[in-house]
């Protein structure tokens, strides 16, 4: 019973490097989120999915690229890391239904320096 | 203006304590409200949801709506110390599935 489950759980960047970060979710949920927690700042959507093949901005996508080749998996991509994007990052998913409950992976904590 | 404000805190209680936390917002297309708890360096976790206004009651925990005002409610009865998380208010409007979050309070119950 994984349920949403994220690599890495840390990790260091420095200015300018790239990387992904994954997220997998086992549940076949068609809806899959990425977001950012910054402290006192709540949750932040970068980009959401709706499905295999579509994906969609957030809030705050610029610096971000998202793909969704199946169902269960997300990867979020992080391209020239700077330091605003140092925050924990969150994924989720969810079922279709007019009320749907967000299940949420535990994070990966970035630091960019 | 935020579109959901959340008083940050930090609360801190009592343990038997009755907590209260709320939130305020801005876009009166919401029409489902839910509370996460959030325990550190985890993920949230759905605690409650509602639909439009009124009560709802689970256990310990109790949660208000009041669209009129714009202003939602969690109360929390006979706090204990595995109570201590962050508490996040989040809404949507009726057939939409992204949520929009308040910022969290953190709560700490002192045994």
């Known amino acids: 019973n994984a349920g949403v489950t994220q690599t890495p759980k840390f990790r260091i960047l420095k200015i300018g490097q790239s990387m992904t970060l994954q997220c997998t979710q086992d549940?076949?949920?068609?809806?899959m989120y990425w977001y950012r927690q910054d402290p006192g700042m709540g949750l932040k959507l970068i980009y959401y999915?709706?499905?295999?093949?579509?994906?969609d901005k957030g809030e705050v996508p610029n610096g971000y690229n998202v793909s969704r080749s199946t169902t269960e998996d997300f990867p979020l991509r992080l391209e020239l890391a700077a330091p605003s994007q140092t925050s924990v990052y969150f994924c989720?998913?969810?079922?279709?239904?007019?009320?749907?409950?967000?299940?949420f992976g535990p994070g990966t904590r970035l630091t960019v320096t | 203006q935020k579109e959901v404000e959340q008083d940050p805190g930090p609360l801190s209680v009592p343990e038997g304590a009755i907590v209260s936390l709320n939130c305020t917002y801005s876009?009166?297309?919401?029409?489902?409200f839910m509370w996460y708890r959030q325990y550190s360096r985890k993920g949230p976790e759905l605690l409650m949801y509602?639909?439009?206004?009124g009560n709802k009651e689970d256990g310990r925990f109790t949660a208000q709506v009041d669209k009129s005002s714009k202003y939602i409610s969690l109360f929390i009865r006979d706090s204990q110390p595995s109570d201590s998380a962050t508490y996040l208010c989040?809404?949507?409007?009726?057939?939409?599935?992204?949520?929009?979050f308040g910022a969290g309070t953190t709560v700490t119950v002192r045994a």
């Open positions: 999915s709706v499905g295999a093949g579509i994906t």
């Open positions: 876009n009166s297309a919401f029409q489902y």
């Open positions: 989720a998913s969810s079922s279709t239904g007019e009320v749907s409950e967000q299940y």
């Open positions: 509602t639909y439009s206004s």
């Open positions: 549940m076949n949920h068609n809806y």
């Open positions: 989040a809404m949507t409007k009726r057939n939409d599935y992204k949520l929009s």
